[in-house]
């Protein structure tokens, strides 16, 4: 075999490799940290949500403040997101405001970041701002998120935003259950939803396993956990396999999971690790 050739090999091994599934060590629970030493999580020290040993922590869980020796202590002040010392202060959660730096007082309901003890600065999503009385209110359905009573930006599941209003949506399943994009007559369907091809004017079912195609017997996408086979159709990966090229390895494993080269399997993450979190 040339030298060029076998350079071009172990190049794509390398790329393949590089997109191999992220191992259990990634994929620990808050408040522990990947042991390379004994492959296992670890539990962070008490009060920690983000560490890289048992020693030290890096970020504390809310309410807590990270000492000089990188312990994490009780803030001690009800509703406090941040403190720099025990009574100290510096953030409150969503709805309240910093009095001082030892009381965290409510502002109101849908706030999220308040202006004063009796007025928000910026609401929740679900909520607007009414410039009157400075409180949040509630976005009108079928709208859940809103700059204001006239101005919507997200609309419920089954109606189009169109003009900063939610308009329910055209009836092409009149035409077809599968078809979501018609003429304005509501007689021609020119789209169907993943999964179906459009052919005279009816949505009809790719095969099994895939999710985009152009007829019934030519796959241009399979579904989550297939592959492309040699025939245009979509053929089962591993089991627990998110995504694979072929029936024997794993590009990336369902979440919970790492592909196991010599086993050549997805194998179960035991990403829990205890401690870390103290309500005390």
Excluded at 160 to 172: D, I, K, Y
């Amino acid at each position: 075999m040339p030298r060029i050739t076998i350079l071009l090999v172990i190049l794509a091994c390398l790329v393949f490799t590089g997109k191999a599934d992220k191992k259990c060590l990634d994929q620990c629970n808050q408040g522990c940290f990947g042991d390379p030493v004994s492959q296992k999580c670890r539990p962070c020290p008490a009060g920690c949500a983000n560490c890289s040993s048992s020693d030290a922590c890096d970020v504390c869980y809310f309410g807590y403040s990270l000492n000089k020796k990188k312990n994490c202590v009780k803030c001690g002040v009800n509703n406090c997101a941040k403190c720099t010392a025990p009574g100290v202060c510096t953030q409150c959660a969503s709805g309240y405001y910093l009095a001082n730096n030892s009381s965290c007082e409510f502002c109101g309901y849908g706030c999220e970041i308040c202006a004063s003890e009796t007025a928000c600065q910026t609401c929740d999503p679900r909520f607007y701002l009414s410039a009157t009385t400075g409180t949040c209110d509630n976005c009108q359905y079928p709208c859940i998120e809103c700059e204001s009573s006239e101005i919507c930006t997200l609309c419920q599941k089954g109606y189009t935003l169109s003009g900063f209003r939610c308009m329910p949506p055209r009836p092409c399943v009149k035409i077809d259950p599968y078809c979501i994009s018609c003429d304005e007559n509501i007689t021609q369907c020119t789209a169907c939803n993943d999964g179906s091809y459009l052919k005279n004017n009816k949505c009809f079912k790719c095969s099994a396993g895939c999710a985009q195609c152009t007829n019934d017997v030519t796959c241009l996408k399979c579904a989550e956990g297939y592959y492309l086979n040699a025939n245009d159709g979509c053929s089962s990966c591993i089991q627990y396999c998110k995504a694979c090229q072929d029936l024997t390895t794993c590009t990336e494993c369902l979440s919970g999971f790492e592909y196991d080269a010599d086993k050549r399997r997805c194998s179960p993450c035991n990403t829990e690790c205890g401690g870390g979190y103290l309500n005390y």
